[in-house]
């Protein structure tokens, strides 16, 4: 049981803000979420994570809707390197991060 | 600047045999973990460590064992091969139990 749900796959055009939606309608008040990537089978590589406000970093941007059932990672001007398989999951600090499917990320130029 | 290095990067083993695989990290982090991924999946949880000595099981730990003898490493043995346990293997590393985690390069095992 991932515990979220996001789309299998998703397509962006290159220099255009990617959007990926994530579902976790069940979260409860002490969990973060938190987004990781992963490019052709590489180790994943962490993005972000948040609790309740919106964050920001070098690599995105999440947004938290305010009843906390839902977030958006944004990519604001994705390129080909961007091309990935995205997870997004709920943490509550017992060691374990469920991994889902994932939604692959299709970049084209 | 290594990370979080993993060796070997490919391996066959035989339907019995064992193997470690290593992981090594030199980042001062206390937090370890291994994962395995089959393919078209998410990451599961073999087994992790929050300090030198201190080990738990994951989601699927039957088949693996691990130990921590130091912070920089964790190694996981795979006693007596099965087809089953042909996968990738992620060894992980965190600094605090909230932080993101750093990644390997991964594992590629089959087992024939």
């Known amino acids: 049981d991932a515990k979220t749900t996001q789309p299998p796959s998703m397509d962006c055009a290159e220099g255009r803000a990617a959007n990926l939606p994530c579902n976790h309608s069940t979260i409860s008040g002490n969990e973060y979420v938190y987004w990781y990537r992963q490019i052709h089978s590489q180790g994943p590589q962490y993005i972000i994570h948040g609790l309740k406000n919106n964050e920001t970093n070098e690599m995105a941007s999440l947004i938290i809707t305010e009843d906390r059932k839902s977030s958006t990672l944004i990519l604001p001007h994705a390129t080909l390197r961007d091309t990935a398989v995205y997870y997004c999951m709920r943490w509550w600090g017992n060691y374990q991060l469920i991994w889902g499917a994932g939604t692959k990320l299709i970049i084209k130029p | 600047n290594a990370g979080v290095t993993q060796t070997p990067k490919f391996r066959i083993l035989k339907i019995g045999q064992s193997m470690t695989l290593q992981c090594a990290q030199d980042m001062n982090h206390n937090y370890m973990y291994w994962y395995r991924q089959d393919p078209g999946m998410g990451l599961k949880l073999i087994y992790y460590?929050?300090?030198?000595?201190?080990?738990d099981k994951g989601e699927v730990p039957n088949g693996y064992n691990v130990s921590r003898s130091t912070t920089e490493d964790f190694p996981l043995r795979l006693e007596l091969a099965a087809p089953s346990q042909t996968s990738v293997y992620f060894c992980?590393?965190?600094?605090?139990?909230?932080?993101?985690?750093?990644f390997g390069s991964g594992t590629r095992l089959t087992v024939v």
């Open positions: 460590s929050v300090g030198a000595g201190i080990t």
């Open positions: 992980a590393t965190q600094l605090t139990g909230g932080g993101g985690y750093t």
